[in-house]
Nanobody, 125 residues
């Protein structure tokens, strides 16, 4: 069982930045595609960003393109989500997810096997 632990959430004003981290408890992290999803109150969970196992492919939701950047550090077994120019509509619980099957970091939640507990991001106007 792989554990994913997110950190870095918090309260920030609109226009500000946050960096989320997700540490994975696996020795084969380099084989995992990783993704970030979010869920706002009363809404469905939605895809935010994904990165392939090789790091060569990155996918983003249209709503965050140009503002968010996903990256990975295989030496640290960690994936990051740099969030810039934050908006109130980015307020949500952000979840890290892992696909252990040499995936491409796609947007489908069913492709991910392991999930973190979530970290709250609140953007005030």
């Amino acid at each position: 069982q792989v554990q994913l632990v997110e950190s870095g959430g918090g309260l920030v004003q609109a226009g500000g930045s946050l960096r989320l981290s997700c540490a994975a408890s696996t020795r084969t992290f380099k084989n995992y595609a990783m993704g970030w999803f979010r869920q706002a109150p009363g809404k469905d969970r939605e895809f935010v960003a994904g990165i392939s196992w090789s790091g060569g492919t990155r996918n983003y939701a249209d709503s965050v393109k140009g503002r968010f950047t996903i990256s990975r550090d295989n030496a640290e077994n960690t994936v990051y989500l740099q969030m810039n120019t934050l908006k109130p509509e980015d307020t949500a619980v952000y979840y890290c997810a892992a696909d252990p099957n040499y995936g491409l970091g796609v947007s489908m939640p069913d492709d991910y096997v392991y999930w973190g507990q979530g970290t709250q991001v609140t953007v005030s106007s």
